[in-house]
């Protein structure tokens, strides 16, 4: 395994993988849950995903390995809400590829995310999992870097 894991922020040039590792998270979270539950189109994503980028809409790490080979990112987003101080964090994706796991791959994503956080004066950072036990390990990583569980379900509405 490699111990030379860097941790980068993703710029437009990088949208092609990044959009991969979405894949594969959402493909690994689809297999999981055995449910089709993400509309999603790669080429779409990756217009989305430069347009966020360039607009400053829309942080992403990335870690790569000793070969400069993408394998796990974060993504962050600024949020609001009065319940929450005001500005915070959202982290709406955290994947590290299979063979990365358990080498501390998510923890130096999710320390740079912290740090970029603080200097953003962002008041918390939030995430949402899956209430189902296929999540189980998730949420208990989270759980152990300092996330508490406040309760209630994601819901969303498409319009």
């Known amino acids: 395994m490699d111990t030379d894991i860097t941790i980068h922020t ?18 690994e979270i689809t297999h999981a849950i055995g449910v089709q539950a993400f509309n999603y189109d790669h080429e779409e994503t990756s217009l989305k995903l430069k347009d966020l ?5 829309y942080f992403v790490f990335t870690a790569r390995n000793e ?37 501390k791959v998510g923890l130096r994503l999710l320390s740079h ?30 759980v152990r870097e300092g996330f508490s569980i406040t309760g209630g379900r994601k819901l969303k509405m498409d319009l």
């Open 53 to 57: 980028i360039e607009q400053k809409k």
């Open 113 to 142: 995310a912290k740090e970029f956080a603080a200097s953003k004066g962002w008041s918390r950072l939030e995430v949402t999992t899956p209430p189902l036990p296929q999540f189980d390990k998730t949420l208990a990583f989270y």
């Open 67 to 103: 070969q400069s080979e993408s394998i796990g990112l974060l993504t962050l987003y600024e949020s609001y809400a009065l319940y929450a101080g005001g500005t915070f964090g959202t982290i709406p994706e955290l994947y590290v590829r299979p063979d990365y796991r358990s080498n």
């Open 10 to 27: 993703a710029t437009v040039n990088d949208v092609q993988k990044v959009a991969m590792l979405v894949d594969e998270l959402l493909i």
